[in-house]
C-alpha cells in the first residue's frame, strides 16, 4: 500500500491551548469579520426600447442627497480600517519615492513675448507657483499665479486655464473650488493685482482671449457635464450681458475652445469619438460669426490650423491614417490642396505651425517621431533620436515667429528630458532633465527593441 509523504509544520508539537490562541489572533479574536457597508435597495425600473431595466441602487446617483454623502463616507471609513495595516509599508514607499525627486525644483524656462515663463515647486507647498521674469533669468521674478495662496482657508482647489492676454499684462483663470470640474472666472493684472472674480460660474476649463485684450470666450457645462455652449465675455460689464456665440445641439459633441498659435483664429472646436468639425473667429473682430472650415461628416476627423494666407487642414478623410490639405482662408477664393499625402506605413498624430515651419507630430514602428518641413523650400527631415525606446509628448511652444521647437523625451534609462531644437540648423540641446536621486547611473543599464 503507497503512503502519502508528510511534511511537518511544527504546530503539531504545540500545546493545544496554544494552538486555540493562534488560530483567533488569525481570526481577529474570534470576532466575525466586518463586512463592507451595503447600500438599501429602493426599486427603480426604466424602460428603454421595449426593454425593462431595474436597478435597486440607482438612488445612489444622487450626489447632493445627505444619505448618498453617508454612504460613500462609511465606505470611506471601512476602506481605511480594512487597510490600516498597510499604512507603515504605504509611509515607507511615499517616503522612498520622495527622497528620488526634487521637491524644490523648477520647470525648463520657456520664451514667449518678452518674458520667460515657468513654474517652480517648493517643499513643503501643496501646487507649483507659476511665475515669469522679464527678458532673462536674471531679471526679478514676478507671480503670475500662486495657487497655495488661492488654496487658502479652502478645502479644495484645481486650476483649469491660465490664459495670458496678448499684451502678457492680464491673466485669466478658470477655478475649480470643489471637485465639480465646474470652474468659476477670474483675472488679475500683472504682476501684483489682486485676483477679481468676473462671476461667471458652471464653465468648462478653457478660456481664451481675444486680440483687443478685453473680450474673452469660456463654455458652458450642460446639466449633463457637457461642454455646449460658448459665450463672449467683455470686461467691466456684467455677466448677465455675456452673448451666446455657439450652442452645440448634438448630445454626442463636446466643445473645445483654441486659437492658432499665429493668433490670428480663435478655434471652436466639435468633438465626438470619431467626427470633428471647426468653426473660427477672426480674433481681432471678437464680435464676428464663427465661421465653418469644413461641414462635419460623420467618421470624418480633422484639425485646423493657421499661417499666411492659409488654412492646413490635418484629416482622415480618404487618408485612414490622415493626410495634411492646404487651402484658403474664410470668405477666401481657393480650394484645397493635399501637400502631405496618406503614408499607411505611418500615423499622424499632430500638426503644429511656425512662421516658417510645419511640424507634424507621427506615430511610425510604434514610436513617436517629429518631422520638419521648411516651408519656404519645401525640404524636410526627421528629428533622430539615439534611444531605442523611448516616449515622446510636446512641450510649451507658444512663440509663433521661431526657429525653436521644444519637446520631451524618456526611455527605459532616462527620466524626462526637455529638449531644444533649432529647425534651421538642426541643431539639439538639452534644456533639462529630471534628477533621479539614490545613485542611479542610466549608464549602468542599457536598452533593446526586438
Same mark, same amino acid.
Given at each position: 500500500?503507497?503512503? +502519502?509523504?508528510?511534511?511537518? /509544520?511544527? #504546530? =503539531?508539537?504545540?500545546? +493545544?491551548?496554544?494552538?486555540?490562541?493562534?488560530? #483567533?489572533?488569525? *481570526?481577529?479574536?474570534?470576532?466575525?469579520?466586518?463586512?463592507?457597508?451595503?447600500?438599501?435597495?429602493?426599486?427603480?425600473?426604466? &424602460?428603454?426600447?421595449?426593454?425593462? +431595466?431595474?436597478?435597486?441602487?440607482?438612488?445612489?446617483?444622487?450626489?447632493?442627497?445627505?444619505?448618498?454623502?453617508?454612504?460613500? %463616507?462609511?465606505?470611506?471609513?471601512?476602506?481605511?480600517?480594512?487597510?490600516?495595516?498597510? =499604512?507603515?509599508?504605504?509611509?515607507?514607499?511615499?517616503? &522612498?519615492?520622495?527622497?528620488?525627486?526634487?521637491?524644490?525644483?523648477?520647470?525648463?524656462?520657456?520664451?514667449?513675448?518678452?518674458?520667460?515663463?515657468?513654474?517652480?515647486?517648493?517643499?513643503?507647498?501643496?501646487?507649483?507657483?507659476? *511665475?515669469?521674469?522679464?527678458?532673462?533669468?536674471?531679471?526679478?521674478?514676478?507671480?503670475?499665479?500662486?495657487?497655495?495662496?488661492?488654496? =487658502?482657508?479652502?478645502?479644495?482647489?484645481?486650476?483649469?486655464?491660465?490664459?495670458?492676454?496678448?499684451?502678457?499684462?492680464?491673466?485669466?483663470?478658470?477655478?475649480?473650488?470643489?471637485?465639480?470640474?465646474?470652474?468659476?472666472?477670474?483675472?488679475?493684472? #500683472?504682476?501684483?493685482?489682486?485676483?477679481?472674480?468676473?462671476?461667471? &460660474?458652471?464653465?468648462?476649463?478653457?478660456?481664451?482671449?481675444?486680440?483687443?485684450?478685453?473680450?474673452?470666450?469660456?463654455?458652458?457645462?450642460?446639466?449633463?457635464?457637457?461642454?455646449?455652449?460658448?459665450?463672449?465675455?467683455?470686461?467691466?460689464?456684467?455677466?448677465?450681458?455675456?452673448?451666446?456665440?455657439?450652442?452645440?445641439?448634438?448630445?454626442?459633441?463636446?466643445?473645445?475652445?483654441?486659437?492658432?498659435?499665429?493668433?490670428?483664429?480663435?478655434?471652436?472646436?466639435?468633438?465626438?469619438?470619431?467626427?470633428? &468639425?471647426?468653426?473660427?473667429?477672426?480674433?481681432?473682430?471678437?464680435?464676428?460669426?464663427?465661421?465653418?472650415?469644413?461641414?462635419?461628416?460623420?467618421?470624418?476627423? $480633422?484639425?485646423?490650423?493657421?499661417?499666411?494666407?492659409?488654412?492646413?487642414?490635418?484629416?482622415?478623410?480618404?487618408?485612414?491614417?490622415?493626410?495634411?490639405?492646404?487651402?484658403?482662408?474664410?470668405?477666401?477664393?481657393? /480650394?484645397?490642396?493635399?501637400?502631405?499625402?496618406?503614408?499607411?506605413?505611418?500615423?499622424?498624430?499632430?500638426?503644429?505651425?511656425?512662421?516658417?515651419?510645419?511640424?507634424?507630430?507621427?506615430?511610425?514602428?510604434?514610436?513617436?517621431?517629429?518631422?520638419?518641413?521648411?516651408?519656404?523650400?519645401?525640404?524636410?527631415?526627421?528629428?533622430?533620436?539615439?534611444?531605442?525606446? $523611448?516616449?515622446?509628448?510636446?512641450?510649451?511652444?507658444?512663440?509663433?515667429?521661431?526657429?525653436?521647437?521644444?519637446?520631451?523625451?524618456?526611455?527605459?534609462?532616462?527620466?524626462?528630458?526637455?529638449?531644444?531644437?533649432?529647425?534651421?540648423?538642426? /541643431?539639439?540641446?538639452?534644456?533639462?532633465?529630471?534628477?533621479?536621486?539614490?545613485?542611479?547611473?542610466? %549608464?549602468?543599464?542599457?536598452?533593446?527593441? +526586438?
Amino acid at each position: 500500500m503507497r503512503t +502519502l509523504p508528510v511534511v511537518s /509544520s511544527g #504546530l =503539531e508539537m504545540l500545546p +493545544l491551548g496554544l494552538l486555540a490562541l493562534i488560530f #483567533l489572533v488569525s *481570526c481577529g479574536g474570534g470576532a466575525r469579520r466586518e463586512g463592507p457597508p451595503t447600500p438599501r435597495r429602493e426599486e427603480h425600473v426604466t &424602460e428603454v426600447h421595449g426593454v425593462r +431595466l431595474v436597478d435597486p441602487w440607482h438612488w445612489l446617483r444622487r450626489r447632493d442627497d445627505p444619505e448618498v454623502l453617508a454612504h460613500l %463616507e462609511q465606505e470611506n471609513r471601512w476602506t481605511e480600517r480594512r487597510t490600516a495595516h498597510l =499604512e507603515p509599508l504605504r509611509r515607507t514607499l511615499f517616503e &522612498e519615492i520622495r527622497g528620488r525627486i526634487d521637491e524644490t525644483d523648477r520647470s525648463a524656462p520657456y520664451r514667449f513675448g518678452e518674458y520667460l515663463y515657468y513654474r517652480r515647486t517648493e517643499k513643503g507647498l501643496e501646487y507649483p507657483v507659476y *511665475c515669469r521674469r522679464r527678458g532673462s533669468l536674471e531679471a526679478p521674478e514676478e507671480i503670475v499665479v500662486d495657487p497655495n495662496r488661492l488654496a =487658502e482657508g479652502r478645502d479644495y482647489l484645481s486650476l483649469g486655464a491660465i490664459a495670458l492676454d496678448p499684451g502678457h499684462g492680464r491673466v485669466a483663470l478658470t477655478i475649480d473650488q470643489d471637485g465639480s470640474e465646474r470652474h468659476a472666472l477670474a483675472i488679475r493684472d #500683472l504682476p501684483d493685482g489682486e485676483l477679481v472674480p468676473l462671476g461667471i &460660474e458652471g464653465a468648462a476649463d478653457p478660456v481664451v482671449w481675444a486680440e483687443d485684450g478685453r473680450t474673452l470666450f469660456y463654455v458652458l457645462l450642460d446639466d449633463a457635464h457637457r461642454p455646449y455652449r460658448v459665450m463672449r465675455h467683455r470686461l467691466g460689464t456684467p455677466p448677465a450681458e455675456d452673448a451666446p456665440v455657439y450652442e452645440e445641439p448634438d448630445e454626442r459633441f463636446h466643445v473645445r475652445l483654441s486659437t492658432t498659435r499665429s493668433r490670428r483664429f480663435i478655434r471652436i472646436e466639435m468633438e465626438s469619438s470619431i467626427t470633428r &468639425e471647426v468653426r473660427l473667429i477672426d480674433a481681432a473682430a471678437p464680435e464676428s460669426e464663427p465661421v465653418v472650415v469644413v461641414p462635419r461628416e460623420q467618421g470624418v476627423e $480633422y484639425e485646423v490650423d493657421h499661417r499666411g494666407p492659409h488654412l492646413y487642414l490635418l484629416t482622415n478623410r480618404d487618408a485612414r491614417e490622415f493626410r495634411v490639405l492646404r487651402g484658403p482662408l474664410p470668405g477666401e477664393p481657393g /480650394s484645397w490642396q493635399e501637400i502631405v499625402p496618406h503614408d499607411p506605413e505611418r500615423l499622424i498624430e499632430r500638426l503644429e505651425l511656425f512662421a516658417d515651419h510645419m511640424v507634424l507630430m507621427v506615430r511610425r514602428d510604434g514610436l513617436r517621431r517629429l518631422v520638419v518641413r521648411d516651408l519656404r523650400d519645401g525640404d524636410e527631415h526627421e528629428i533622430a533620436e539615439d534611444e531605442p525606446v $523611448y516616449a515622446m509628448r510636446w512641450a510649451e511652444n507658444p512663440e509663433f515667429a521661431t526657429t525653436a521647437l521644444r519637446f520631451e523625451t524618456s526611455s527605459l534609462r532616462l527620466p524626462w528630458s526637455t529638449w531644444e531644437y533649432d529647425m534651421d540648423s538642426r /541643431s539639439r540641446t538639452l534644456v533639462k532633465r529630471e534628477a533621479v536621486h539614490g545613485g542611479y547611473d542610466p %549608464e549602468d543599464y542599457e536598452t533593446t527593441r +526586438l
